[in-house]
């Protein structure tokens, strides 16, 4: 949505076909990533998971691309227009006559394959539901579906930002700044959350010494779609194991389908109904850890005495 306002807004000249063209070759270069790496990760399965660091850092950067975008089209701040994307970012986004070869159909192509990395919830549930089928043809189809079905919601928007002009557009492009301002503080806060920081910044103490002689503390949560996890918050003392219980109630879904505590437990575990989920670990630096799912959304905390 940030990127096809911005660049819309920037060619008000262009016609609804110029500006509607990146949005086919984008979306046909998500079918084709999602077919083959869906396949690659259906028969490697967990082999070819993405690290949570990668995830964090990838959030971050989405966030502060998004929070540019989004200043950029409120036009709050005039001096943010001179700020460029990085040069694939751009090209997609900047449309010019058959001569220029500023934009070309492959870059809209490759940033559209791209998307397979971008860390959302939907997305991930997916990736793991298809590294689970053990196969190519399997994980292939299931990303590829996943894919088809998104793609209506994409050119959806895509045709919009194409037709709309004058005041109206103005009008909705400052609107979209908006909300595209507030989702990125949230992608922020979220990659924040999955760099597991927060529980060493939070105290000052040293890291405390393992022992493991020391009884291992259970605590137990349940899962419900509606109401999350119940209790939110667990207090345990450093150095001695952990052994944190997950009943889920029920199915996960999109956003709420996995959990886990970054910089305790930083491998995210599919909720499904009626199979138990353990976490084993050993926290050894006091702190208050985030409890989230693997986008970073918070859903509890875990306070590390």
Request: hydrophobic residues 45%.
């Amino acid at each position: 949505m940030g990127l096809s306002a911005r660049h819309n807004q920037k060619h008000p000249e262009a016609t609804g076909w110029q500006k509607f063209r990146p949005h086919i070759y984008f979306n046909l270069g998500r079918l084709l990533s999602y077919f083959i790496l869906g396949g690659a990760i259906g028969l490697a399965g967990s082999a070819l998971s993405i690290s949570v660091s990668f995830w964090a850092f990838l959030t971050l950067l989405v966030g502060l691309v998004m929070l540019t975008l989004g200043i950029q089209l409120t036009n709050v701040f005039p001096r943010l227009n001179s700020i460029s994307l990085p040069s694939g970012l751009a090209k997609f986004l900047k449309i010019k006559n058959k001569s220029d070869k500023e934009y070309n159909n492959t870059n809209a192509l490759i940033i559209g394959a791209l998307t397979f990395f971008l860390p959302c919830g939907f997305t991930q549930a997916m990736q793991l539901y298809a590294m689970s089928t053990g196969n190519f043809f399997s994980g292939a189809m299931i990303m590829f579906v996943f894919a088809l079905g998104t793609m209506v919601g994409l050119l959806s928007i895509g045709i919009f930002t194409s037709i709309i002009k004058g005041k109206v557009a103005r009008l909705f492009f400052k609107f979209i700044g908006l909300l595209v301002i507030l989702l990125a503080i949230i992608n922020i806060i979220n990659g924040w959350n999955l760099l597991g920081l927060q529980g060493r910044l939070n105290f000052s103490a040293n890291n405390t010494v393992q022992d493991p002689n020391q009884p291992v503390q259970i605590i137990k949560a349940d899962f419900t779609l509606n109401g999350d996890i119940s209790p939110t918050t667990f207090t345990v003392k450093a150095g001695a194991p952990v052994r944190f219980e997950v009943n889920p109630l029920e199915n996960g879904s999109g956003c709420m389908s996995t959990i886990m505590i970054p910089g305790l437990y930083s491998k995210p575990i599919y909720l499904k109904k009626g199979q138990l989920i353990i976490m084993e670990f050993t926290p050894k630096s006091p702190g208050t850890y985030p409890i989230t799912c693997a986008m970073g959304v918070k859903r509890g905390e875990l306070i590390v005495q």
